[in-house]
Nanobody, 126 residues
Framework: QVQLVESGGGLVQAGGSLRLSCAAS????????MGWFRQAPGKEREFVAG????????TYADFVKGRFTISRDNARDTVYLQMNSLKPEDTAAYYC???????????????????WGRGTQVTVSS
């Protein structure tokens, strides 16, 4: 089992930056592939970025490519999402998620993740 706690959300103007953090409990963080998802009011939760358990592989949704960067620090049991050039349409609750993995892969499908944080709100004003 792993517990996830997000932080770093807030209110920012369009064009600004935020860095989200997701701290994981337990000693087995390195065995989990991690992902960031987001959910805007009235919309389904959607994939944002994913990272393999060692951090060697990453993937992004098209709408954040070139603006967001996912990374992890396995010594600190933490995954990050650096968000630059934020747009009002990035406004959402952001969730980190974990899935046990032994192949050093990343995952895009929401249904594959079995551990979720409670989310942190990001609001981008125009």
């Amino acid at each position: 089992q792993v517990q996830l706690v997000e932080s770093g959300g807030g209110l920012v103007q369009a064009g600004g930056s935020l860095r989200l953090s997701c701290a994981a409990s337990g000693r087995t963080f390195v065995t989990y592939a991690m992902g960031w998802f987001r959910q805007a009011p009235g919309k389904e939760r959607e994939f944002v970025a994913g990272i393999s358990r060692t951090g060697v592989s990453t993937t992004y949704a098209d709408f954040v490519k070139g603006r967001f960067t996912i990374s992890r620090d396995n010594a600190r049991d933490t995954v990050y999402l650096q968000m630059n050039s934020l747009k009002p349409e990035d406004t959402a609750a952001y969730y980190c998620a974990a899935v046990r993995d032994y192949s050093d892969s990343y995952y895009v499908r929401k249904s594959l993740y079995d551990h979720w944080g409670r989310g942190t709100q990001v609001t981008v004003s125009s």
